[in-house]
């Protein structure tokens, strides 16, 4: 499946990240490609604003990994991968347990974890647009 979705400003987030989730409703894991400033960590914002995340959201760059709860009190995991340098470094902080474990899970940088990650993950590639915009474009695998 591929599709491609417009975010005009970083408000937009939580309305894009709604539909995301909808159009992937069985779906946990989710891969977020782009580069330094594509939009990643916004998009996040909005995936857990829209999934009852009221904590405030940050990148956890230094932590690899942040915990947050869901208005549900379920476990809402993010990951930013872009400080590890080799995969060993997965296994340290338990990342098959994080992604098998049923919970959401946003991955930035998500390369490092190729074959760790489930085969239904959904990567989202974000490119800035010269118009301050972001594309994102969507693809699944299963």
Same mark, same amino acid.
């Given at each position: 499946?591929?599709?491609?979705?417009?975010?005009?400003?970083?408000?937009?987030?939580?309305?894009?990240?709604?539909?995301?989730?909808?159009?992937?409703?069985?779906?946990?894991?989710?891969?977020?490609?782009?580069?330094?400033?594509?939009?990643?960590?916004t998009l996040?914002?909005?995936?857990?604003a829209a999934?009852?995340?009221?904590?405030?959201?940050?990148?956890? %760059?230094? /932590?690899?990994?942040?915990?947050?709860?869901?208005?549900?009190? $379920?476990? #809402?995991?993010?990951? @930013?991968?872009?400080? *590890?340098?080799?995969?060993?470094?997965?296994?340290?902080?338990?990342?098959?347990?994080?992604?098998? %474990?049923? /919970?959401?899970?946003?991955?930035?940088?998500?390369?490092?974890? $190729?074959? #760790?990650?489930?085969? @239904?993950?959904?990567? *989202?590639?974000?490119?800035?647009?010269?118009?301050?915009?972001?594309?994102?474009?969507?693809?699944?695998?299963?």
């Open positions: 499946m591929l599709a491609t979705i417009t975010m005009r400003k970083a408000s937009d987030a939580e309305e894009i990240a709604r539909l995301i989730l909808q159009s992937h409703a069985e779906r946990r894991v989710f891969a977020l490609h782009g580069e330094l400033g594509a939009g990643k960590t996040i914002k909005g995936f857990c999934l009852g995340v009221a904590d405030r959201t940050s990148s956890p %760059s230094f /932590a690899i990994v942040n915990e947050y709860r869901r208005d549900t009190d $379920e476990p #809402l995991y993010h990951f @930013d991968l872009y400080r *590890l340098r080799d995969a060993n470094e997965l296994d340290g902080i338990g990342f098959e347990e994080y992604v098998d %474990s049923g /919970a959401y899970c946003f991955i930035e940088w998500p390369e490092l974890a $190729e074959g #760790l990650r489930p085969s @239904d993950t959904v990567h *989202l590639l974000l490119e800035a647009s010269p118009t301050g915009g972001r594309t994102i474009t969507i693809t699944t695998r299963k």
